[in-house]
């Protein structure tokens, strides 16, 4: 149980384009959703937190016009990358919290995004 | 500040030869502390949560145990296929998941 799907897993876009990457919780529902970035061989640096219905919070630094997160229903939560440029190319991991027997954290299988 | 400190870096094992990874915390009110897998080009996969000083939990050839300062991931006669980067994460409840930057094993046949 405690499934997050991600798409799409890999995706090539020209700069000056945007992408949309979507994560769906597929058997919970999942009212919070954190955005992560990670660059090779470094640990996960979370960009936003997105809630069902409301506003996302950024982390400081992360600018929110160009990572434009919508997280309209409790089993989706999408990110869009807005004028995407060659140094936003990164893997991009969502996560979502769940608990029953405990608790903890599911994460999707990650996007890994190159601009050209 | 809340910190996760993982060692080694990096860890070369023979296969069958057992191990164990570090995972040192700062956090205030530890709530979880979480170790997860990743292999290169995917999310991380969860393993374990560990809740409180003391307590420990197994999966196969994985046992992750937990003091007031760190935690340990032992693996037991480690085949190949346990090659990864193992992640771990504290959570404090009024903050977001802390990382550690991970430690990449590698085991060698």
């Known amino acids: 149980g405690a499934v997050v799907s991600q798409h799409p897993s890999r995706v090539i876009c020209k700069s000056g384009t945007s992408v949309k990457i979507e994560c769906r919780s597929l058997?919970?529902?999942?009212?919070?959703m954190f955005w992560y970035r990670q660059f090779p061989k470094q640990s996960l640096m979370l960009m936003a937190t997105?809630?069902?219905?409301?506003?996302?919070?950024?982390e400081q630094g992360v600018e929110k016009d160009k990572f434009l997160i919508n997280h309209a229903s409790l089993t989706l939560s999408t990110l869009t990358v807005t004028s995407a440029h060659p140094e936003d190319s990164s893997f991009y991991i969502c996560s979502a919290p769940w608990a029953g027997v405990g608790y903890g954290y599911t994460f999707g299988s990650g996007t890994r995004l190159t601009v050209v | 500040e809340d910190q996760v400190t993982q060692s080694p870096e990096a860890l070369r094992l023979q296969e069958g030869e057992s191990s164990s990874l570090n995972c040192s915390y700062t956090?205030?009110?530890?709530?979880?502390l979480f170790w997860y897998r990743q292999d290169p080009g995917k999310g991380p996969e969860f393993l374990f949560t560990?809740?409180?000083a003391g307590e420990e939990k197994e999966k196969e050839r994985l046992k992750a145990t937990l003091t007031k300062k760190e935690s340990f991931l032992h693996i037991t006669a480690p085949k190949p296929e346990d090659s990864a980067t193992y992640l771990c994460?504290?959570?404090?409840?009024?903050?977001?998941?802390?990382f550690g930057k991970g430690t990449r094993l590698s085991v060698i046949a």
């Open positions: 997105s809630n069902e219905g409301s506003k996302a919070t950024y």
């Open positions: 994460a504290a959570h404090s409840g009024n903050t977001p998941l802390v």
């Open positions: 560990l809740y409180s």
């Open positions: 956090v205030s009110g530890l709530r979880g």
């Open positions: 058997d919970f529902q999942a009212t919070t």
